[in-house]
């Protein structure tokens, strides 16, 4: 069985809400809230928070939960996460949970870590749902997977994929079973593809589409892809944590 442990990637900065992962929300930060979602996984054997900032080392530490600091040159959260499986021996497989996702569900991280258990010659894992709404395929936010019979992915991209030639959007995310596929930034890695992933210059495809998913994929690296009904809701304006504090006060 594969030795897991989730890593939360922590950067201070934000650039449509402040540091936000500090912000409170019924007595508790994003932060701690998202490390205690998260620590309800039966797959994941310890977790961590990465952190670019002692003020963010301080509140994990304040709430009782395991950080460290990670090198200013970061230059994303999966550097931050490979740089924790430096400083970790024992695990196999990192799981990288976003910060700012405080109604993460702990199954979906079960699942990951499941799936590199089931697929030994994937690389990575990570989550699709399905879209059903033709604006969210046009969305150059919502990143898009495409996937083979297999479970593999074949592409991500933020443009729509597939692109329906007689340009009936609607059609398209309608069809059942699903075509269409949007990814969920939830990561499990093995602990050799971290250490090669940040060894490696980008790929030009991901530089054009500004997916780093894409590094693996352009490399022959291959990733296995879970799919759920719905995606966990990340903090990432105050509209969106205004909601959250709603929906809590509406759970009582």
């Avoid at 024992?90 to 700012?100: H, I, K, L, S």
Wanted: with cysteine.
């Amino acid at each position: 069985m594969l030795n897991a442990k989730i890593v939360i990637p922590a950067r201070l900065a934000s650039t449509r809400l402040p540091e936000k992962l500090l912000r409170v929300v019924a007595g508790k930060s994003i932060l701690q809230r998202t490390y205690e979602a998260a620590s309800r996984s039966r797959r994941a054997a310890s977790m961590i928070v990465a952190v670019d900032d002692p003020r963010l080392l301080a509140e994990v530490e304040r709430f009782g939960g395991n950080a460290m600091m990670t090198s200013v040159d970061c230059q994303s959260g999966t550097d931050r996460v490979a740089e924790a499986a430096l400083a970790d021996d024992q695990a196999d497989v990192f799981v990288n949970v976003q910060g700012d996702e405080p109604e993460i569900d702990p199954d979906a991280i079960d699942l990951v870590v499941d799936l590199l258990e089931q697929h030994p010659e994937a690389y990575a894992a990570t989550l699709a749902t399905p879209i059903r709404d033709a604006a969210d395929l046009k969305n150059p936010n919502c990143v898009k997977v495409v996937l083979e019979t297999g479970g593999y992915a074949l592409y991500f991209s933020r443009s729509p994929i597939p692109l329906p030639r007689d340009q009936d959007f609607q059609a398209l995310v309608d069809h059942d079973p699903p075509l269409c596929w949007q990814h969920i930034g939830l990561y499990a890695y093995r602990r050799e593809v971290l250490q090669w992933f940040t060894q490696q210059a980008p790929s030009p495809l991901e530089l054009t589409e500004r997916l780093e998913q894409l590094r693996l994929l352009e490399a022959g690296r291959r990733i296995v892809v879970g799919k759920i009904d719905h995606p966990a809701i990340g903090i990432d304006t105050e509209e969106d944590l205004r909601a959250f504090e709603r929906k809590l006060a509406a759970e009582g």
